[in-house]
């Protein structure tokens, strides 16, 4: 079995910083692909941020410039560091991450519990 936690979540003013955290625990052999996703109120959920296994990244372009997602893959944890926050920014995020549990396996789809980041104008 394996677990995604977040944590970091919060309220904040516009303009300010959070850091998001999201450590796997179980049974894992490799993590692949790591990401962040939102979903704010009546909406649908949308791509933050990935990160691959050899530390590419990808960003929306609604947060180009201002977040900085990373990886400790010692510590089997992706970081969301999000700077300038605005309050479109108010939303549920997600991590997500591609495990292989097992070897020999196939790799499966793991999400977070999701941790709430309110940004007030």
């Known amino acids: 079995q394996v677990q995604l936690v977040e944590s970091g979540g919060g309220l904040v003013q516009a303009g300010g910083s959070l850091r998001l955290s999201c450590a796997a625990f179980g049974s894992i052999f490799s993590i692949n692909s790591m990401g962040w996703y939102r979903q704010a109120p009546g909406k649908q959920r949308e791509l933050v941020a990935t990160i691959s296994s050899g530390s590419s990244t990808n960003y929306a372009d609604s947060v180009k410039g201002r977040f900085t997602i990373s990886r400790d893959n010692a510590k089997n944890t992706v970081y969301l560091q999000m700077n300038s926050l605005k309050p479109e920014d108010t939303a549920v995020y997600y991590c997500?991450?591609?495990?292989?549990?097992?070897?020999?396996?196939?790799?499966?789809?793991?999400w977070g519990q999701g941790t709430q980041v309110t940004v007030s104008s």
């Open positions: 997500k991450m591609l495990i292989v549990p097992t070897v020999p396996g196939p790799q499966r789809l793991y």
